[in-house]
């Protein structure tokens, strides 16, 4: 079975650039999950979807990122504009189930990381 | 609002040596717990799950265990490897679902 796939691996921007990432997640999975991990932290979470919807967004910094997952598989996170406290690695994840049950393990990508100068 | 620490935040040991890598959490009200581990550069691996009402899962070498009365998880890895030089972090979920917090990690040498 294929796993997560991100794009691009590696971006380097200026500040008040904008940019985009791309998720798949695994085929049949209803829940996608974007975090950000900053250098020497954990993952957080900054959106959660199940199928097109968002469950979570509360640490989604809304003035500058939006994301969307439309017809219920990929997804798409964007930063517009970009500051320097941006640089991280942005990991897409995804689970069979969610709200209405299921497993909720989640199968990571290999994550976008990103510099912001 | 929960909060996830790991103890230690790095550990080196040599090869073949048995060690514990500690998880501990605020809220008791978890849906489940997840270790993974995570290659410099790669994204995160999962390693075990474990459900409220489960006590431990063991997967090869690794045993994690989960107390929630305590707010506290171990993983256990016998006989360490070269290879198992990664971060290992754990992660709770609460028990709506929504919520899923990562603790900082813990960094994992073994020497040879």
């Known amino acids: 079975e294929a796993g997560v796939a991100q794009s691009p691996r590696y971006k380097i921007i200026e500040k008040r650039q904008s940019v985009a990432f791309w998720c798949n997640p695994i085929?049949?999975?209803?829940?996608l999950y974007w975090y950000q991990q900053i250098l020497g932290q954990g993952p957080k979470l900054l959106i959660q979807?199940?199928?097109?919807?968002?469950?979570?967004d509360s640490q989604l910094p809304k003035d500058r990122f939006s994301a969307e997952r439309l017809k219920g598989v990929d997804s798409t996170l964007k930063i517009q504009p970009a500051k320097l406290e941006d640089s991280a690695v942005y990991l897409c994840?995804?689970?069979?189930?969610?709200?209405?049950?299921?497993?909720?393990?989640?199968?990571f990508g290999p994550g976008t990381r990103l510099t912001v100068t | 609002k929960q909060e996830v620490t790991q103890i230690p935040a790095a550990l080196s040991v040599p090869e073949g040596e048995n060690l514990v890598l500690n998880c501990s959490f605020t809220?008791?009200?978890?849906?489940?717990l997840q270790w993974f581990r995570q290659d410099p550069g790669k994204g995160l691996t999962s390693l075990l799950l474990?459900?409220?009402?489960?006590r431990e899962q063991t997967s090869g070498r690794l045993n994690a265990s989960l107390d929630k009365s305590s707010g506290r998880s171990t993983l256990y890895i016998a006989a360490s490897q070269p290879g198992d030089s990664a971060t290992y972090l754990c992660?709770?979920?609460?028990?709506?679902?929504?919520?899923?917090?990562f603790g900082p990690g813990t960094r994992l040498s073994v020497l040879p």
């Open positions: 994840a995804s689970s069979l189930g969610g709200w209405t049950g299921g497993s909720y393990e989640q199968y």
């Open positions: 085929s049949g999975h209803a829940t």
């Open positions: 979807f199940q199928n097109n919807g968002v469950v979570d």
């Open positions: 809220d008791s009200a978890i849906y489940n």
């Open positions: 474990i459900q409220s009402s489960q």
């Open positions: 992660a709770v979920r609460d028990n709506y679902g929504q919520n899923f917090v």
